[in-house]
């Protein structure tokens, strides 16, 4: 058990190392969250947007800049762990590759991985609830802060697989923005007139704006939603996984069929050698 402690407890701080490292991220966290928060909150109007929250079957009017504002924190969230999450994993991959084909524990790695992207999404989303509650207070700011985490957590796991599959870092950075921007819009109905739309709840942070509305606006729990983010989380989670066993496999061959030579590795293995004896032709050449 000790064995194991240590070696999580060691690819656990080489991963918060590398995070920490990322100076651009820690600048979009101390300043993107409040700037895009509080430029929905100010920028749009406070007409009371009408709308029935599928949470809890409530029919709320909330003052759409307030709204928006949760969509903008949701946004802000979403973008900056899934940056974190997959600069670290994109730039990091050959030294993975190199830990998991020197003998040290894939899981240890890949725990790590989780471990950090719960600490670093729990301080985004307990920022960005701060940074909203400074402009307007919410009925539940704890379940607020729990939403936003769960959406930190997806997008997250989304980033760690898009830096394992994908080649190039403007394709990463391409996906998770339109990803994260596509999900949101589409969701807020002060921007969007189809948000009543039941194709909504297979968008990968329905269940974090469902009950961030609702913390912003009811009372009401809402643990169901909380769930069903989660659930998104453990799907983004598993493709995680799955690029991170393809880009960090062994590049030995196994089983290789191809004839030994002398770039094969293999010893040649000289053909046995035949018993001396009277062969046909000299028994025939005899008799003659």
Known sequence: MRFHLTRLAVATRFTLIEHGRNRFAMILVILFVPVWTSLAYLAMPDTPARM???????????????????????????????FMMFAASFSGGGFDRRLAMAGYPRTHLVL????????????????????????WTPRQP?????????????YGALGVGFGSLLRREVEGMFAIVM??????????PVTSSG?????????PSYGAMQASTAAGFSTS???GHLALQLAWFGLAALVALLGFRASTRTCLPTGSTAPPGPGSGKADIPAPRHTAGPSVTASDTTAH
């Open 195 to 203: 948000a009543d739309n039941p194709v909504m709840r297979y968008l």
């Open 142 to 154: 704890l379940l607020l802060a729990a939403s936003l985490c769960c959406a930190g957590l997806t």
């Open 112 to 135: 790590a991985k989780v471990a950090a992207l719960a600490l670093v999404s729990a301080a985004v989303a307990a920022y960005a609830t701060a940074v909203i509650c400074l402009a």
């Open 221 to 223: 729990p809402v643990p």
């Open 179 to 188: 990803t994260s921007i596509i999900d949101l819009a589409l969701q807020n």
């Open 52 to 82: 029935r929250l599928r949470a809890t079957g409530e029919a709320l009017a909330p003052h759409g800049n307030e709204l928006t504002a949760i969509s903008g924190a949701l946004n802000a969230v979403t973008l900056i762990t899934g």
